[in-house]
């Protein structure tokens, strides 16, 4: 039974910290106060117990770090590649580009896959969100947005709507119609608000709901139709950078990664932090679930992408050479989770075997950046969007 | 007002990491061994792993060989 309190939104000075952000009507004593997300989630924390202050807090958080590390590795007995030995190796691959889509005028940031397998949205620096036919190249939709550098964009999974946004710190929902004269920047939709830019954005299982993470370092939940703040997520202490849902089957989770180098696992329900990673040694610019939902890979400004189990709760892979150093800015598995694409700013595309810790191939053929990679619902084809305004599918 | 925020996001880091010291882990080696299960199970439905006839991909267009 779900049980959502849906409060009023408002979006203004909080009550008390005085910063402009969505905000929550909550009463207090019977009083009705208007405090931001972060501030609710404070309350809960004020007052000291008996004999607690600052420095007793310092040390009981330094002693639960240790803590922490040594129950993790406890269970550190094998590593992935270990017991990937007897396992046969990869064949040789054999990708190629099988179609280049050509129409941005600039940089591509983002691009998301529509659930009938054909149909691609991408969005770009220059304003434009194209949704295209993938196997015949055509462009169906063309929405100009009131912003630059539109860094997210996400297929709703009825493929009636798309969903973006980047500097305008907003999420805009667009319906498509089937008539191509229709004005759709008439008919758009802003559903969600942050206080600074966003940097990605998913629907959930439905059209109904958008989850949204942001540079101003919180991700949050929205409701699509009305606009309001259903839950918000703080534990990043810098930009939020990618999000990832889990998928269906394993429940109401998501793992986001951030500028402060920490990839967090979140429930959606409680906007609790429940698992939080730290091994990355740089900026974490993309968070993907490995398909069955017990793990999560990452691609980072460290030049490495790893591989994250969420039951044994650590980092159990690294995908690096040290011919690799640039920054990994998309990660994206295949379909059984063999394969690991990782999109690179070095123009190529590595492809690594996630169970021995190899690389099996580098796609050459960007002229510029790798900005995003994904793999199509079916995992028949992938598609990446690159900084040389263009996007190709590989098969 | 400064040190008071502070001691409240001291409390709350502390809160975040005895939740997160609590959680049930298991082995890696199981974990190891779920995801390579994992992966065999699913290897021939994978399109990208294991290829798929031309024919049947709807990107690769079906062409008629040379062979030179």
Redo the contacts between chains.
Sequence with gaps: MCDQTFLAITFGPCDNCSQNKPLMNIYLKNEPINYCSLCV??MA??G?AKG?T?HT??A??ET??G??EE??AK??????HQ??EK?EA?GQF??KT??TLKGHGNKVLCMDWCRDK?RIVSSSQDGKVIVWD??TTNKEHAVTMPCTWVMACAYAPSGCAVACGGLDNKCSVYPLSLDKNENLAAKKKSVAMHTNYLSSCSFTNSDMQILTSSGDGTCALWDVESGQLLQSFH?HSADVLSLNLAPSETGNTFVSGGCDKKANVWDMRSG?????FETHESDINSVKY???G??FATGSDDATCRLY?L????E?AIYSKESIIFGASSVDF??????LFAGYNDYTINVWD??KGTRVAILFGHENRVSTVR?SP?????CSGSWDNTLR?W? | MSSNSNLTTMKRTVEQLKLEASVDRIKVSQAAADLQQYCLQNASKDALLVGVPAASNPFREPRSCALL
């Design positions: 989630e404070l924390c004020q000291l607690e600052i807090l310092k009981e958080s639960l770090k803590k922490l129950e993790r269970l550190h007995d094998v590593e992935l017991v990937a396992i990869l054999v990708m099988r179609r054909r993938a196997y534990g609790q932090n429940v698992q939080s490995y398909p069955s017990d793990a189990d039951r044994a709760d650590r159990v295949s379909l059984s989770g063999r394969l996630v169970l793999v079916d995992g028949t084809a992938f599918i098969a």
